[in-house]
């Protein structure tokens, strides 16, 4: 793992609360979870930041598994879940390099991709595919800034359609429903189906 890239991220969390930060859960996600479209499985949260996502999915009886480059936000969560007698796996990684020993049923995704700067997009792209079992379900929050620069980086729709591409991947759930963010701007809830496909795309460089 890059030292310098952690210690440049865990200074954000040291100094303050990051732009995504919801400082709470998403209602996208308790909107799927109430609905019945999420349910109790093996479910990976890359980037989790602070975590609050972690603790509800846990409280709600899935296995966890959350990841994240900055040991600040790490260790916050992790006193967190002790303290409400919860249990996740927390690993401080690289996403864009980190694998597990074996993918999930589901992956939540929503303060990592617009975290990370739009070169970097394709080559997360491809580990979220790699993450996942076939037939498992990426459920996505497309941060919406209108604005260059970040992060959080602006994630156009249009975009995001692009870099997952219907043949290796199938939206169940299209970017079209409007979630509000409390920092003014607002997010797309999508919901995507891995495919069969064992490598659609390259891998990323060590």
């Known amino acids: 793992?890059?030292?310098e890239k952690s210690r440049l991220?865990?200074?954000?969390?040291?100094?303050?609360?990051?732009g995504w930060d919801?400082?709470?859960v998403s209602p996208a996600l308790l909107h799927w979870l109430d609905g019945g479209m999420l349910n109790p499985c093996r479910?990976?949260?890359?980037?989790?930041?602070?975590g609050h996502e972690v603790v509800e999915l846990a409280r709600r009886g899935f296995s966890v598994c959350a990841v994240d480059i900055a040991p600040t936000p790490l260790s916050r969560l992790r006193m967190m879940l002790t303290r409400e007698g919860l249990d996740a796996r927390l690993i401080q990684a690289d996403v864009l390099h980190w694998m597990p020993e074996a993918p999930f049923d589901a992956?939540?995704?929503?303060?990592c991709l617009c975290a990370l700067a739009p070169e970097e997009w394709p080559a997360y792209a491809a580990q979220l595919y790699r993450w996942l079992k076939p037939g498992g379900l990426l459920f996505a929050l497309f941060m919406q800034t209108g604005r260059p620069g970040?992060?959080?980086y602006h994630c156009d729709p249009g975009e995001m359609l692009t870099l997952f591409p219907s043949e290796p991947w199938e939206w169940v759930e299209p970017p079209h429903r409007e979630v509000p963010h409390p920092n003014g701007l607002f997010e797309y809830a999508a919901v995507l189906r891995r495919g069969n496909a064992s490598q659609p795309h390259p891998r990323p460089s060590p």
């Open 1 to 3: 793992m890059d030292a």
């Open 9 to 18: 991220w865990d200074e954000k969390y040291q100094t303050g609360m990051p």
């Open 22 to 24: 919801r400082r709470g």
């Open 43 to 50: 479910i990976l949260i890359p980037g989790c930041g602070h």
């Open 107 to 111: 992956v939540y995704e929503q303060t």
């Open 150 to 152: 970040g992060p959080p």
